[in-house]
């Protein structure tokens, strides 16, 4: 059975500012969070981390001793 | 049901799933936001990357540690004394997963005549957050494990007590000592197994949410009276047995979190399973977002503030209609965040967690009543702007219908086809 939809009561000016008003406020805090994590994040260095252990992996594998030919 | 008019302003898609209307920028910034994340991730792994004596050191900052038997499992450390004798104590390195992502601890172990015992258990790492930590500590919950034979159980309900409020992370370590331990006594003392091991626990609480589940599907796909009052009576179990009593939402973080294998075993943690598996079953075989309409106990809570309140708002269709991207680049920050730290926590920004547990973190507690107060006077508030994981499983639904569409060869998915098999099925997509 299909729905029936009637016409869509006319919402004002005031009212689209309001619910503008709670979205705004709902990103800003989302936006805070971001912040938030991101300073957790950047204490611990992930990328600065991740490449001293690739190059010290990378180090590590150029001075093992060739396998000298008999 | 008229359809809506295709829109076709630069940008946006013109009709769902259909990615050829897509512009080129669009496509410069999908194509970024995906190798952005390949490289997040691949960082986070290469940085996360347990460095057991690091952590160790930490911990017993006066010790000097040295690795015995390098190459067998557990990882094991002894300490030298000021001689240069290695002690007879022993700290056996055990991995787990808890409710947040991976833990590790250190088991100290003495040796004795039948074997070894602990002396002490050390938290080396994990990703629990804080609430449930401080939980477990002030329950001195690994105050039990002192004492204890390498031969014992080790298994919860057994001989070691949960913490309330914070089963998982209670189950997460003890299965990561009791791995650990039996394996350095089968390994390293010469042990032979003689413990228990765990076995499958399917009782009430796996039951109500396989059933949540089932009556959802079977509410879904029925028109009549019936299925309205199965429907709501799924949502109202919904509020109260996934939001309240097992408090096992979904969020973007428990998705980011299987991408990083923090999987939890099935014998340990079923509900999480059926979770899982109910709600991505049900967008890959029947190509419907059963969890969004019926079991997200957020949803639920939004509705009935809607009831409370009366009234109906509705957002700018300006806003409206780039509330897809908007959610798009959210999830995009929050995954980063994610893989970056390899710390789910850090990007689940939704307030599920705060409503049911009351566990949070700094701006989380201004999230949760800023959502509540918008779904007073917005029909399903969070759904429509900022819900990652209605995005995720939404497209999911999308990329199903793509995919099946071109295996069947049928006419490209338009606006007008969509909204007419979606029209009487509730358990379709939630449009942005």
């Known amino acids: 059975m299909a729905r029936k939809k009637g016409k869509k009561k006319q919402q004002s000016e005031a009212q689209y500012r309001f619910t503008q008003i709670l979205a705004v406020v709902m990103f800003c805090l989302i936006g805070g969070y971001f912040v938030q994590s991101f300073l957790t994040v950047r204490e611990q260095r992930p990328v600065m981390v991740a490449i001293e252990r690739v190059s010290a992996a990378r180090s590590a594998s150029n001075t093992e001793p060739e396998i000298q030919p008999e | 049901m008229s ?288 969890y969004c309409h019926q079991i997200c106990p957020f949803l639920v809570v939004q509705n009935v503030l809607q009831k409370i309140s009366g009234v109906s708002l509705r957002i700018k269709p300006s806003i409206q209609r780039q509330a897809r991207k908007f959610v798009f680049t959210m999830s995009w920050v929050a995954l980063m965040l994610i893989f970056l730290s390899a710390h789910p926590a850090l990007g689940s920004y939704e307030p599920f967690a705060m409503i049911f547990s009351l566990e949070g973190v700094g701006i989380q507690w201004y999230i949760l009543p800023a959502s509540l107060l918008g779904a007073l006077f917005v029909p399903n508030f969070w759904c429509r702007l900022f819900c990652p994981v209605g995005l995720f499983l939404n497209e999911g639904v999308r990329a199903r219908r793509t995919i099946r569409n071109k295996l069947v060869r049928r006419k490209p998915v338009t606006e007008t086809s969509v909204l007419a098999t979606d029209a009487m099925a509730p358990g379709g997509e939630i449009d942005g």
């Open chain 2, 3 to 290: 359809p809506k008019k295709a829109s076709t302003r630069e940008g946006q898609l013109v009709s769902k799933g259909d990615k050829s209307s897509l512009s080129p920028r669009e496509r410069v910034l999908r194509v970024f936001a995906y190798v952005s994340l390949l490289a997040a991730f691949s960082i986070g792994q290469i940085a996360n990357k347990t460095d057991y004596q690091a952590l160790l050191q930490q911990q017993m900052p006066d010790a000097v540690l040295v690795q015995s038997e390098e190459r067998s499992l557990p990882v094991v450390f002894r300490t030298k004394d000021k001689s240069g004798e290695i002690s007879g104590d022993a700290v056996v390195m055990a991995d787990g997963v808890g409710y947040g992502g991976p833990m590790v601890v250190g088991v100290r172990a003495r040796r004795t005549d039948d074997g070894a015992r602990i002396s002490e258990i050390l938290v080396l790492s994990h990703k629990e957050t804080a609430g449930y930590q401080n939980r477990i500590n002030r329950a001195n919950f690994f105050r039990q494990f002192a004492g204890k034979s390498v031969t014992d159980p080790f298994l919860i309900g057994e001989d070691i007590d949960a913490v309330t409020g914070a089963t998982v992370s209670s189950q997460g370590y003890t299965e990561a000592i009791r791995e650990a331990v039996h394996l350095g006594a089968a390994q390293h003392l010469g042990l032979e197994p003689s413990w228990q091991t765990p076995e499958w626990r399917l009782g009430m609480e796996e039951l109500i949410l396989t059933a949540l589940f089932a009556l959802a599907i079977l509410g879904a796909y029925r028109r009549d009276k019936l299925g309205k009052y199965l429907r709501v009576g799924v949502m109202a179990g919904a509020l109260v047995f996934v939001g309240f009593y097992f408090n096992t939402a979904l969020s973007l973080g428990q998705l980011a979190g299987i991408v990083m294998g923090y999987i939890p075993h099935p014998k340990l943690h079923p509900v999480w399973w059926i979770m899982i598996i109910g709600a991505l079953g049900c967008v890959i075989v029947l190509g419907r977002n059963i």
